[in-house]
């Protein structure tokens, strides 16, 4: 489970549940068997376990090579034009590649609604 996130509602929805109290975190199979449990801080729980392989499961994805320029500001939070050139310009970044085909984004209504008051 290192760098992952567990989802609550899917743990309710398979069957098991989470048990909170004060900073601690008890998350429990169908069966009631414990299955991680962690300590926390901040709203979030880190969990002693690993996940497990049983042999088959195994994680396709599709990616593409270049990525446009609005695919890199909203992977980046919605930063500005700028900041990803910077980032592309001084190979800040492993593996970012901006499609030459794209343009340069110039509006974002995320980035408008935002800063709307």
Partial sequence: MPNCLMSVKWIGNSGGWAIF????????????????MGYGSHMLYQLDGEAQQLGQEQTNYAATTKQTWEQWHRKFGHITTQSIVRLDR?????????DPASNPLHSCISCIQAKQT
């Fill in 90 to 98: 001084e190979n800040l970044v492993d593996g970012m590649t901006i």
């Fill in 21 to 36: 109290s004060g900073d601690k975190c008890i998350v429990k199979s169908k069966s009631g068997k414990t299955i991680a």
